[in-house]
């Protein structure tokens, strides 16, 4: 848990999956481009990996199968449900 | 007696009064001079009596009571096809049925032609009400929203069966998207289906995980497809706060509510893509290519460095070697260099030395010439003072052997037989005797 929350504390959570991939092809580009010293390479790899990390779980929450429902079924649900709802 | 009426109970002093049925025949009279027009809508509650057909022509802004004779209605071949929900062009002019003793009095178009309206009568009214709200900018609104690469969940409104629906879903599975569709059923045609469409897209904007949503239907034709260009439909949806992907109809159909959407599809399989912008498949690919990028990067950026630093510990002692060799090389050549050096100094001092000599020499002879010549006389002076010649021209004679070799005692004179004497004059010879027989 404290090894996880060190790994997040460098960077911030992107905002989206497009502000992530953004910033990876940032990061991919400056790293492709030679001009990183030593230091910097070690932190933007970090931050990739966060990233790709963000992604990948991203993608994964829409990697399950699809699911269909009903807006009448929900509205009745919801309906349902707001006696008891504070 | 006739009864006087005060100023409030007579009202107002217009003109009258008139008895009511003769006034009710000239209104009638008054409609009748009205023109005759053409009026175009959705035809509503149709009904019939004996005589005639009742029904009303609606849009969205106002809505006229219709009558025609059956009669007429029968001429003009449509028949049947009066009914609610289509759309209709009728012609003939204002009318007013001024009733009876029991019957009601009635306002109406009295139609004396019906037919369905056509593609002409329905792009001319499009194109009105597109020209009205472009001009409201409502075509902006939709377009301005950010419209998510990857939304977990979208809204879908279209009919419950059709080919729309099972086109949308392989489109998004064919992008290997997995999230939520929430399907908002509506009809798709006829008069009920824009308020259930704009119904359904309210409810889907209203909750909170829906990121898009998609309105699509199959093709048709501009009637079928009408419902999509209701201007309070088509208003709603410019409204709403979440972007909308239309896909109504075919490729050259163009109805009202592509205009106000966030994006226009041709097809519900461009529909799918549009709501979901990225391709989850390529998507995982890529960021496969991603991650190891940034692993061949860390590692990379590691290993040349450590060669790198390698490279440079063994640097010393490489350039230790170097200058070494270096420096022998030139140690070896200051050493010939030198070598040659010096004998060409010591040729070049030499010459030098020899030049020095020389003129001390000359600086030396010419300085003490005179005085080496004063000297030299006087020792020559002295010198002759010295000679045997000087003192034999004074008397005396010198005694030598007869070789020459001077007799300096009398012991050596009386060893030899004979003896020589020398005088300034000349030479004597001589016998010596011992001194006892003398």
Not at chain 2, 261 to 280: G, I, Q, Y
Not at chain 2, 345 to 351: C, E, K, L, W, Y
Not at chain 2, 374 to 386: K, P, Y
Request: a neutral charge; one cysteine or more; proline letters at 4%.
């Amino acid at each position: 848990m404290d090894e996880s929350e060190r790994d997040l504390s460098p960077t911030a959570q992107p905002d989206s999956y497009e502000a992530a991939v953004e910033r990876l092809e940032e990061i991919i580009d400056r790293l492709d481009s030679g001009q990183a010293g030593l230091r910097e390479t070690l932190d933007l790899c970090k931050e990739g990996r966060e990233l790709v990390k963000y992604c990948a779980a991203e993608l994964d929450e829409v990697g399950e199968g699809l699911k269909e429902l009903r807006l009448d079924d929900l509205a009745t649900k919801l309906e349902v449900g707001s006696p008891e709802s504070p | 007696m006739e009864e006087q009426l005060t100023a409030v109970e007579a009202g107002p002093r217009y003109p009258g009064p008139f008895e009511v049925g003769v006034y009710a025949r000239k209104i009638q009279a008054e409609m009748r001079k009205r023109a005759k027009v053409q009026l175009i809508g959705e035809v509503t509650g149709v009904g019939r009596s004996k005589v005639q057909a009742y029904f009303e022509l609606r849009d969205s802004d106002g809505a006229v009571p219709c009558a025609i004779w059956l009669n007429d209605l029968e001429k003009c071949g449509i028949g049947d096809q009066l009914r609610d929900g289509v759309e209709v062009v009728a012609s003939g002019g204002l009318d007013y049925y001024p009733g009876g003793g029991q019957a009601s009095p009635k306002f109406s178009f009295r139609a004396t032609h019906v037919r369905l309206a056509g593609e002409g009568d329905l792009i001319a009214r499009l194109e009105a009400l597109r020209k009205q709200l472009r001009a409201e900018g409502l075509f902006e609104l939709q377009k301005q929203l950010h419209r998510p690469r990857l939304p977990k969940a979208i809204g879908v409104v279209t009919a419950e069966t059709g080919a729309a629906r099972r086109d949308l879903l392989a489109g998004l599975q064919r992008r290997g998207w997995g999230g939520s569709v929430i399907w908002g059923f509506a009809p798709v045609q006829d008069r009920h289906a824009a308020p259930a469409i704009g119904r359904a897209v309210q409810d889907l904007a209203a909750r909170p995980e829906v990121e898009a949503i998609v309105v699509t239907r199959g093709g048709g034709s501009l009637a079928d497809l009408w419902a999509f260009c209701d201007e309070t439909l088509c208003r709603t949806v410019a409204m709403l706060r979440v972007p909308v992907v239309s896909a109504v109809g075919h490729e050259r159909d163009r109805t009202l509510i592509d205009d106000v959407a966030a994006v226009a599809c041709s097809t519900p399989t461009h529909a799918a893509e549009a709501a979901v912008p990225l391709d989850c498949l390529a998507a995982r690919e890529s960021l496969e290519r991603c991650a190891i990028s940034l692993r061949r990067a860390g590692e990379g950026a590691i290993g040349t460095r450590s060669r790198h630093l390698s490279a440079l510990a063994r640097g010393p002692a490489r350039a230790l070697q170097r200058e070494r060799g270096s420096l022998n090389q030139k140690i070896r050549e200051i050493r010939a260099a030198a070598e040659r050096g010096l004998a060409d100094r010591v040729a070049s001092q030499t010459r030098k030395g020899t030049v020095v000599l020389e003129r001390a020499r000359n600086r030396a002879v010419g300085a003490d010439m005179e005085k080496r010549q004063a000297a030299l006389r006087r020792a020559l002076v002295a010198l002759r003072a010295h000679e045997p010649e000087r003192t034999l021209e004074r008397g005396y004679a010198l005694v030598e052997r007869e070789d020459g070799e001077p007799l300096a005692s009398a012991a050596e004179v009386s060893a030899e037989e004979r003896i020589s004497l020398r005088f300034s004059d000349g030479r004597v010879r001589a016998r010596p005797e011992p001194d006892g027989a003398a």
